[in-house]
């Protein structure tokens, strides 16, 4: 029995959280304090962790859901999304006002002007008012069912709050990011090591796709809507000034920005005032759109295959200019991976002074043949990193030579590695400065040395302090260097020294992952660890030795033993086995904490390849036979399992699916762990 205070609470808190969401999401004029509003959506929670059976699919604490494990399903939309034609100029709009005023037999027409969200086109369905299906346009007629992303936009009502709300609609819009999560979204890329997004839409689009919806959750996605598709059990406005307030009205969030305009002139000026203020919104937008304002003129004017003849884009002319180019550098990111950049002559690009570009890779540069002393049109796409968009080859000095992309790296020295696709990468990855807070975090992570108690910030002050140059430099780290750091107190420091004495003792496998070797994740370091034995014989094999390792390819040979025969990096490793780290267990004896279990596979997993499963397994120690007897003691179950979960029940056997596994073989317990 629920207490009918729960119950009451429940109930209110949704209500207030809900209210707020709203003041703060849809209409930018929030009631309360962030913390208050953490604090109610806490006690909601905890409310709802106490009794679940309270919980429901449009709560406020529902948003974020599981996986997609299957990819997204197809959506028929109950009525097709259309495309917009363009103009991009004056007299071309006039031909468009001059079409429909021929159609429709009128003097002048009536026009609601919008913002042209440069975004993703979305269709929501809503059913007595719940949020029940969220889908990408597509191809217009069928799209992608990405309801599980948006539900994790807080500016999207799980519910429409209006008193009566139509049986059935189809809400159409646009999800965007505004420029300040744009921003903030892109210094995450850059914290992490991420490729950044080359604009607003891209990130959009790239976050709205994603299989975990926990990922789309932290991007800053935003909605507005614009339309409907169809309606049913509820009156169809007579306009669309008119349908934007019934929008508004249902708890949607509607761009304020917009006009009624009379005839060309009123767009005209309408586009000219959204010009000047474009640098001002807090959102990208590419142009202008005019929709005929009566509903039954559109019906008049009908559509062309793709695009209505009501309404029509007015685009922007895209921000360039020309400039020479000065030089061009390249630069090495945190991750090794080397970009080249143009630098410019200062020129303003729609009001930003622009003195670099980006090339973005060694292939696009070559494609491109950006030369040095060439005159270029410059172009930014919002507020981000400015790129290239043509070369004046008329304008080439004479003599000039095409730009020859540096096989060393430009920070440390050590050979770059073109990896496949278009990176190209610094193969010092233990030794270059570029890399270096990311190459001792991996090496210290879980999964590699695990030095429990070296995080970010305590690896950021020994890295920009030069206390670590490299990862070998933390076994010569004394408890005193590490308490003078910020935020360590004696205890904590006493913690992580003594980690870092246990890690000397590890196994081959992790060390070879700890090494952070381009293209080696886990299953490969096992692989190689299996295949070879020891350290040495790895170190100098041959390309043509390597790829006889399981799960070694062409590419990963060849970053592995340009990894090896790297100097630098040798001597990092040297000094590594000199400062005492070794491996008591040799990979391949049946030593370990599954030791004397004996494990069934069965259904394909999502993360890693059945053999890869096997052979993290193995190198706990556990049997992995074919078939289920009595004498199995787990059978680990991925996507469609075949009948071996069925004769598993049947005996009794424990079957685990692939998060069960995961959280096993991440787990730290001895009973599972590789140490
Ligand atoms: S109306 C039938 N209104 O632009 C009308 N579209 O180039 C279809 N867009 O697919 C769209 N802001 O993704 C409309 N205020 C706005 C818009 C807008 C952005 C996007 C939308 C559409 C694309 C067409």
Redesign the pocket.
């Known amino acids: 029995m629920i207490p009918v205070a729960v119950l009451e609470r429940v109930v209110a808190l949704r209500k207030a959280l809900h209210h707020h969401n709203h003041r703060y999401y849809v209409q930018d004029d929030p009631e309360i304090t962030d913390a208050e509003y953490d604090r109610l959506f806490a006690e909601l929670l905890a409310l709802e962790r106490d009794f679940p059976e309270l919980r429901v699919p449009d709560s406020p604490t529902q948003r974020v859901g599981a996986p997609i494990a299957e990819g997204f399903g197809p959506v028929v939309h109950g009525q097709s999304?259309?495309?917009?034609s363009n103009v991009f100029s004056a007299p071309e709009l006039a031909d468009f006002d001059k079409r429909v005023r021929d159609r429709l037999g009128c003097e002048k027409v009536t026009y609601v002007a919008?913002?042209?969200?440069d975004?993703?086109?979305i269709s929501l369905r809503y059913e007595r008012g719940l949020l029940v299906q969220a889908a990408t346009?597509g191809d217009g007629t069928v799209g992608e069912d990405v309801t599980a992303n948006v539900r994790t936009i807080r500016a999207c009502p799980l519910r429409l709050t209006a008193a009566v709300v139509p049986e059935f609609i189809e809400v159409r819009g646009?999800v965007y990011l505004p420029k300040a999560g744009f921003l903030v979204l892109n210094q995450r890329q850059a914290e992490a090591g991420a490729r950044p997004f080359a604009n607003p839409r891209n990130a959009a689009a790239g976050s709205l796709r994603q299989l975990d919806p926990r990922i789309t959750a932290t991007r800053p996605l935003s909605l507005f809507c614009?339309?409907i598709g169809v309606l049913r059990g509820g009156a169809t406005p007579e306009s669309q000034d008119a349908l934007l307030k019934f929008l508004t009205s249902l708890g949607l969030p509607v761009n304020s920005d917009r006009g009624v305009v009379q005839g060309y002139e009123g767009c005209l000026a309408y586009y000219e005032d959204m010009k000047t203020r474009r640098a001002l919104l807090p959102y990208e937008i590419d142009g202008v759109?005019y929709k005929v304002n009566s509903l039954s003129q559109q019906r008049m004017l009908g559509e062309l295959s793709r695009?209505?003849r009501w309404?029509v884009?007015h685009k922007f002319p895209a921000e360039e200019a020309v400039t020479r180019v000065k030089g061009i550098e390249v630069q090495v990111g945190r991750t090794g991976a080397l970009t080249p950049v143009a630098l410019l002559e200062p020129v303003s690009v729609g009001g930003v002074s622009v003195s670099h570009a980006t090339l973005h890779n060694p292939d696009e540069l070559a494609r491109r043949d950006v030369r040095i002393g060439d005159w270029v049109a410059v172009r930014r796409a919002g507020d981000v990193i400015p790129e290239i968009a043509s070369v004046v080859k008329e304008r080439r000095p004479a003599g000039s030579e095409p730009f020859v992309f540096p096989d060393r790296c430009p920070v440390c020295g050590s050979p770059v590695v073109r990896e496949e696709g278009v990176i190209a990468r610094c193969a010092g990855g233990l030794v270059c400065q570029a890399q270096r807070r990311q190459t001792v975090r991996h090496f210290a992570s879980r999964r590699a040395l695990d030095i429990e108690g070296l995080g970010e910030k305590l690896i950021e002050q020994l890295v920009d302090s030069a206390r670590v140059k490299t990862v070998a430099d933390l076994y010569s780290l004394s408890p005193s260097e590490l308490a003078q750091c910020e935020r360590m107190g004696e205890r904590s420091s006493a913690n992580v020294y003594a980690a870092i004495q246990r890690s000397r003792a590890t196994t081959l496998p992790r060390f070879l992952y700890g090494l952070g070797i381009p293209q080696v994740g886990e299953a490969t370091a096992l692989a190689l660890a299996q295949s070879f034995g020891d350290l040495e014989a790895i170190m100098s094999a041959d390309e043509a030795r390597l790829i006889e390792v399981p799960d070694v390819g062409p590419v990963v040979a060849r970053a592995i033993h340009a990894f090896f025969t790297e100097p630098h990096n040798r001597a990092v490793i040297k000094a590594l086995r000199t400062a005492g780290v070794h491996w008591p267990v040799r990979v391949g004896t049946t030593q370990g904490p599954l030791s004397g279990k004996t494990i069934v596979l069965t259904g394909t997993f999502t993360d890693m390849s059945r053999d890869q499963v096997k052979a993290l397994l193995m190198a706990r120690g556990a049997k992995v036979v074919a078939s289920v007897s009595s004498r199995t003691d787990w059978v680990i179950a991925g996507r469609d399992p075949g009948s071996k979960v069925q004769k598993a029940h049947e005996l009794g056997v424990p079957v685990i699916d692939e998060d069960g596994l995961k959280a096993w073989l991440d787990d730290r317990s001895p009973k599972t762990d590789s140490r």
């Open positions: 999304m259309l495309s917009l919008e913002p042209k969200l975004g993703l086109a346009r646009e614009y339309g759109v695009s209505p309404a884009a």
